[in-house]
């Protein structure tokens, strides 16, 4: 069967995987693998393993590791922080965040979030959110797990940043300029701050903390785009421009 893959920890000498129940569950009776199959296994931390299924347990699979290779990090930090939107969006937004490669995805708290959420709440969220990473992982291969922050206030958020960190915001304001302009005006610096607003956009007094804190508005074109684009959007420019000074 083509196309496996599951999620597990791997040590560099590694000869055997056990899976835990859920990813064995997922491989075994819901993928309907069997002894034999080959699957790709990653960790999160950079290790891919290429392996055989040995014993096909849906509470317990074991992999026979045929080969094992650690990719390489970028030497590039990206975050993306991301207003809350409503309903289910914040899931699109770290599934494709992971897909691209975001290393740290910070859900932040805005005048024009429209959710509230509790310390209770807000962790349950953030393991969502994680599981949602980690599916995506599995679906695109990327073998580097993403951080998911803890959901934060924009004020709280704007006063942690590293000071000599490049910061860039999706703005609707009319002095944002292409990120291209942008970028070869700021800072040469390989860690990467990206913003970006809820449905409504930041509100004004909040668009004056963020450029009290040196962000920078990039365009994102004359359209007025969904959360998820943009999120998307400026991610995948931005990545673009750090592959490029590499």
């Known amino acids: 069967m083509a196309g496996l893959r599951v999620f597990s920890s791997i040590a560099a000498d590694a000869k055997e995987l056990v899976l835990d129940p859920a990813e064995s569950h997922h491989l ?8 034999g199959d080959r ?8 290790f891919r393993a290429e392996t055989q299924l040995l014993r096909a347990d849906g509470r317990g699979a074991v992999l026979t590791v045929e080969h094992i290779e650690r ?8 975050t993306l922080a991301q207003a809350l939107p409503k309903g289910k969006t914040m899931d699109a937004v770290v599934q494709r965040a992971t897909e691209l490669g975001a290393d740290r995805i910070v859900p ?5 979030s429209e959710v509230e959420l509790d310390q209770h709440r807000g962790e349950q969220k953030r393991q969502k959110w994680e599981h949602t990473a980690l599916e995506s992982l599995k679906q ?4 580097w797990l993403p951080e ?11 006063t942690s940043l590293n000071p000599h960190s490049r910061r860039l915001v999706a703005a609707l304001t009319p002095d944002a300029q292409p990120i291209r302009t942008i970028w070869s005006m700021s800072a040469e610096t390989r860690e990467v701050i990206l913003l970006v607003g809820p449905e409504g956009d930041f509100a004004p007094g909040e668009y004056a903390q963020i450029f009290a804190a040196q962000f920078s508005p990039v365009s994102l ?7 998820e684009t943009a999120a998307c959007s400026l991610l995948a420019l931005t990545l673009d421009l750090l592959r490029e000074d590499t």
């Open 28 to 35: 075994v009776r819901v993928r309907r693998a069997r002894a």
């Open 39 to 46: 699957v790709e296994a990653i960790s999160g931390n950079g």
């Open 71 to 78: 990719a390489p990090r970028p030497d590039w930090s990206l």
């Open 108 to 112: 932040l708290f805005s005048q024009n």
């Open 140 to 143: 695109c291969g990327n073998p």
């Open 148 to 158: 998911i922050a803890a959901p934060v206030t924009l004020s709280t958020f704007l």
């Open 221 to 227: 074109g004359p359209r007025v785009l969904r959360v």
